[in-house]
């Protein structure tokens, strides 16, 4: 979530910055279709899955980040 407002591009371009390797957007297209869009920062791929995964996500990345 950006509080400062600021557009897309300038809002993925601080996460590469600080060296997030993966983005999750949620756009109002995103939303209207029931989908995330998950962004791998350093192939510039994108992936859209729908919103019901994003718990099955975040118990996937939570085991990523106990074996790094």
């Not at 920062?41 to 939570?62: A, D, N, Q, R, V």
Request: net charge positive; no cysteine; charged share 30%.
């Amino acid at each position: 979530v950006d509080l400062m407002g600021r557009k897309l591009a300038k809002q993925l371009d601080y996460a590469s910055s600080i060296g997030a390797k993966k983005v999750i957007i949620l756009g109002d297209k995103d939303i209207a279709e029931g989908n995330v869009t998950i962004r791998d920062m350093i192939s510039g791929k994108e992936e859209k899955i729908p919103i019901k995964k994003l718990k099955t996500l975040k118990t996937f990345l939570h085991s990523m980040h106990q074996t790094i």
